[in-house]
């Protein structure tokens, strides 16, 4: 079946531009993660999001990171005014239960943002 | 805080050999999950195997084992018999079961198969 999709794959924004990344979870999947992974680093997490809800957005680094899920499937993760440290391969992963220790988490491809 | 630590950038294993790639844990909670992901060049990470902190055996699924020894906050995973498209990066993570928390993610460790 189809796993987790993200687009695009790579995005080069020059500095100050906004960027948009979108995330297309597993059908059905309640919770759906967002990290960001810096060059040679582990994921950080940025923001999670149960349905349509927004529960934690606890690892956003600054103002300028927004995300939304509307209907409670798709995500998008904005980037506005982008600096270069914004520079990392961000990653979405969904899971089908909202909580719980075994749980597992679903990870798309990632989106890898180069700002110039 | 949750915390997990991987001391090997990198590690190398010759073809139909074992690697045990390390992780420690450091967490307060008394329940918690652990998990090892494994990341190719494409970027997509691939979840291996889980273990619970209330879990009495070693998880095992396939060539992948989970060496835990909770008294010293350990995780390592063990890969036996090597294939070359073992080499990768592997991620040791861990989260707790409160809820809808995130997983903490350590710095992973690249493992390069060598035939």
């Known amino acids: ?36 992974q810096a060059l ?40 506005q005014r982008t600096q270069q440290e914004d520079s990392a391969v961000y990653l979405c992963a969904s899971s089908p239960q909202p909580s719980g220790a075994y749980n597992e988490q679903f990870f798309g491809p990632g989106t890898r943002l180069t700002v110039l | 805080a949750q915390k997990i630590t991987q001391t090997q950038p990198g590690m190398f294993v010759q073809e139909k050999e074992a690697v045990t790639l390390d992780c420690t844990y450091d967490t307060s909670d008394p329940s918690y999950g652990l998990f090892w992901y494994k990341q190719p060049s494409s970027g997509e990470m691939i979840f291996l195997i889980y273990q619970g902190s209330y879990d009495q055996q070693n998880a095992t699924e396939g060539r992948y084992s989970l060496n835990f020894q909770k008294a010293r906050k350990s ?8 294939q070359l498209g073992d080499s990768a990066m592997y991620f ?17 460790t690249r493992l390069s198969v060598i035939a």
Request: net charge positive; with cysteine.
């Open chain 1, 40 to 79: 040679g680093q582990g994921p950080e997490f940025l923001t999670y999001f149960q349905n349509e809800a927004q529960l934690d957005k606890s690892g956003l680094p600054s103002d300028r990171f927004f995300a939304e899920r509307p209907e409670g499937s798709v995500s998008t993760l904005k980037i």
């Open chain 2, 75 to 82: 995780a390592n995973l063990v890969i036996s018999a090597s």
């Open chain 1, 1 to 36: 079946g189809a796993g987790v999709s993200q687009s695009p794959r790579y995005k080069v924004a020059k500095r100050g531009q906004d960027v948009a990344l979108r995330c297309d979870p597993i059908s059905g999947h309640v919770s759906l993660f967002w990290y960001q």
């Open chain 2, 92 to 108: 040791c993570a861990m989260r707790d079961p409160s809820g809808n928390t995130p997983l903490v993610f350590g710095k992973g």
